[in-house]
T-cell receptor
Framework: DTAVSQTPKYLVTQMGNDKSIKCEQNLGHDTMYWYKQDSKKFLKIMFSYNNKELIINETVPNRFSPKSPDKAHLNLHINSLELGDSAVYFC???????????FGPGTRLLVL | AQSVTQLDSQVPVFEEAPVELRCNYSSSVSVYLFWYVQYPNQGLQLLLKYLSGSTLVKGINGFEAEFNKSQTSFHLRKPSVHISDTAEYFCAVTPMNRDDKIIFGKGTRLHILP
């Protein structure tokens, strides 16, 4: 009964490849997020989706594209992967501003 | 715009000693305040949050935080730490007028020394 799940947990790939990371939440939340955490543990919000509409895009390169087939899913597609994309990517969800964000376990991406 | 400052990137403390992790914020509007914890190789989970009311907030695992509006601070405290408290701690704020925005601090790594 995992609340927020991500697949895959680990992803090792070559520069230039295209990859996707999937996220699903079974909490009935309206808003989902993608974060990037670098090697220094700095957490940067990339996107959020509210009822299938993109409402944040924090100067993320257009190689990154979020895709939400329904309210329970927010997938992250990355084109032409670069070395600097290596990081841990977290999916999260919540109901609104004052509500707790629930995080997935993270996807550890390594670009070689 | 909002910003969150966690002054200490790392805090070493002996087991069973008290600890305080500092968090200051700046915002032109009222905010909700949160502390999240990230244990090694895991996602973040909520420790506690301040929405309104009493400025002293109690959270899980014996942690508490006090909201100080005049000093724009939300410091996290625990009277006696355990080795299992070793983790990264993040302070965060959300402006009350936005449902979609949360700003995290850079995190404080808590090292528990035996």
């Amino acid at each position: 009964d995992t609340a927020v799940s991500q697949t895959p947990k680990y992803l090792v790939t070559q520069m230039g490849n295209d990859k996707s990371i999937k996220c699903e939440q079974n909490l009935g939340h309206d808003t989902m997020y993608w974060y990037k955490q670098d090697s220094k543990k700095f957490l940067k919000i990339m996107f959020s989706y509210n009822n299938k509409e993109l409402i944040i895009n924090e100067t993320v390169p257009n190689r990154f594209s979020p895709k939400s087939p329904d309210k329970a899913h927010l997938n992250l597609h990355i084109n032409s992967l670069e070395l600097g994309d290596s990081a841990v990517y977290f999916c999260a969800s919540n109901r609104g501003a004052q509500e707790t964000q629930y995080f997935g376990p993270g996807t550890r991406l390594l670009v070689l | 715009a909002q910003s969150v400052t966690q002054l200490d990137s790392q805090v070493p403390v002996f087991e069973e000693a008290p600890v305080e992790l500092r968090c200051n914020y700046s915002s032109s509007v009222s905010v909700y305040l949160f502390w999240y914890v990230q244990y090694p190789n895991q996602g973040l989970q909520l420790l506690l949050k301040y929405l309104s009311g009493s400025t002293l907030v109690k959270g899980i695992n014996g942690f508490e935080a006090e909201f100080n509006k005049s000093q724009t601070s939300f410091h996290l405290r625990k009277p006696s730490v355990h080795i299992s408290d070793t983790a990264e701690y993040f302070c965060a704020v959300t402006p009350m007028n936005r449902d979609d925005k949360i700003i995290f601090g850079k995190g404080t790594r808590l090292h528990i020394l035996p």
